[in-house]
């Protein structure tokens, strides 16, 4: 390999080594799934509501939406003990970040959806909000 030097020692004493430790912070991906709840869907939740009710049986719909209930508690009671203050959320769908992304998850909070009240929540935490989807691609 070149001009490289190779040295030899007589004495175990005359070698010294020094263990290299790399501390490396690697990221989490932290995956929730979406279930949405009839705030999700807006105009059409009263229709679908009713449709679900007789497809599945009003019991089981009932249990359906009580086990959706619960998901939600769970992953707010999971993120409410977690420092949000380096936390990116990629949204599926949201086509804009900043001030526009903002607004957007504010107003479907508002309107009651379990899911971005909790991204707005994360968010008065210092997490940040990343755009997922671009609108003007085809």
């Known amino acids: 390999m ?3 030097e190779e040295k030899t020692y007589d004495n ?3 070698i010294q080594i020094t263990p290299v430790v790399a ?17 999700d869907l807006g105009s059409v939740a ?6 679900s009710s007789s497809l599945c049986g009003e019991e089981r719909w009932a249990k359906h939406k009580e086990t959706v ?14 420092d949000a203050s380096n936390l990116k959320i990629y949204q599926d769908g949201l086509p804009a970040d900043g001030e526009l992304g ?3 998850i504010e107003e479907g909070a508002r309107r009651g959806s ?18 997922t989807e671009d609108p003007l691609s085809p």
């Open 46 to 51: 009263s229709a679908i509501d009713s449709k």
């Open 69 to 82: 209930a619960k998901f939600w508690e769970s992953i707010a009671d999971y993120f409410a003990t977690i």
């Open 102 to 104: 903002r607004k957007t």
């Open 23 to 39: 501390k490396v912070k690697m990221r989490k991906l932290l995956y929730v799934p979406i279930i949405h709840t009839e705030s």
């Open 114 to 131: 379990k899911n971005l009240q909790l991204i707005l929540n994360l968010m008065q935490k210092g997490a940040e909000i990343r755009k």
């Open 2 to 4: 070149g001009d490289r």
């Open 12 to 14: 175990a004493e005359e």
